[in-house]
T-cell receptor, first 114, second 112 residues
Framework: ETGVTQTPRHLVMGMTNKKSLKCEQH?????MYWYKQSAKKPLELMFVYSLEERVENNSVPSRFSPECPNSSHLFLHLHTLQPEDSALYLC?????????????FGPGTRLTVL | GNSVTQMEGPVTLSEEAFLTINCTYT??????LFWYVQYPGEGLQLLLK?????DKGSNKGFEATYRKETTSFHLEKGSVQVSDSAVYFC???????????FGSGTRLQVQP
């Protein structure tokens, strides 16, 4: 596989469920990101990992818990979500450097919380 | 802080029409600028980029020029196709910050 892959592509869960989203990048990058894309809103950055260390957390509720076990994998663990958490969750990766930051995105996981 | 402002959509055009999607930005440093495209049911794909003032990014017939004096990065295409129908996002990467700042996106609908 090439690029950035995300699984599952679609997920429906109840508010009491626990689930995880998975992202894998095959580009040799050292930084990974989670974004939330809701209808009619700009993309919201959730978390940034650089060299497997979380370097940014944009006031995301604790019901979202990221994990980055190595530079190729990123997870988003979900528990006791709310219906307003329904959105497209996008993963991205980049080769962080002193210059510009070109990010490569996965296809996203469409999450519906009932 | 940084911000990106895009024109509201949807933009509806006939095939072979000229396209302009406006984008202006506010940044504290010297950002790099990007246009991403999102086709239905897919993630974002990088369309083009420019890393310094007066640079022109181009790809697949789309162009955008980094205008520092007007803090703009407008997307243009001379002749759109139905297959260009998608949502277009303008974004910036500020110096020393990893994450991108995105605009709200502009939906383009091209009719045959």
């Amino acid at each position: 596989e090439t690029g950035v892959t995300q699984t599952p592509r679609h997920l429906v869960m109840g508010m009491t469920n626990k689930k995880s989203l998975k992202c894998e990048q095959h580009l040799g990058h050292n930084a990974m990101y989670w974004y939330k894309q809701s209808a009619k809103k700009p993309l919201e950055l959730m978390f940034v990992y650089s060299l497997e260390e979380r370097v940014e957390n944009n006031s995301v509720p604790s019901r979202f818990s990221p994990e980055c076990p190595n530079s190729s994998h990123l997870f988003l663990h979900l528990h006791t979500l709310q219906p307003e958490d329904s959105a497209l969750y996008l993963c991205a990766s980049s080769q962080a450097s002193a210059g510009y930051n070109e990010q490569f995105f996965g296809p996203g996981t469409r999450l519906t919380v009932l | 802080g940084n911000s990106v402002t895009q024109m509201e959509g949807p933009v509806t055009l006939s095939e072979e029409a000229f396209l302009t999607i406006n984008c202006t930005y506010t940044a504290t440093g010297y950002p790099s600028l990007f246009w991403y495209v999102q086709y239905p049911g897919e993630g974002l794909q990088l369309l083009l980029k420019a890393t310094k003032a007066d640079d022109k990014g181009s790809n697949k017939g789309f162009e955008a020029t980094y205008r520092k004096e007007t803090t703009s990065f407008h997307l243009e295409k001379g002749s759109v196709q139905v297959s260009d129908s998608a949502v277009y996002f303008c974004a910036l990467a500020d110096t020393g910050r990893r994450a991108l700042t995105f605009g709200s996106g502009t939906r383009l609908q091209v009719q045959p």
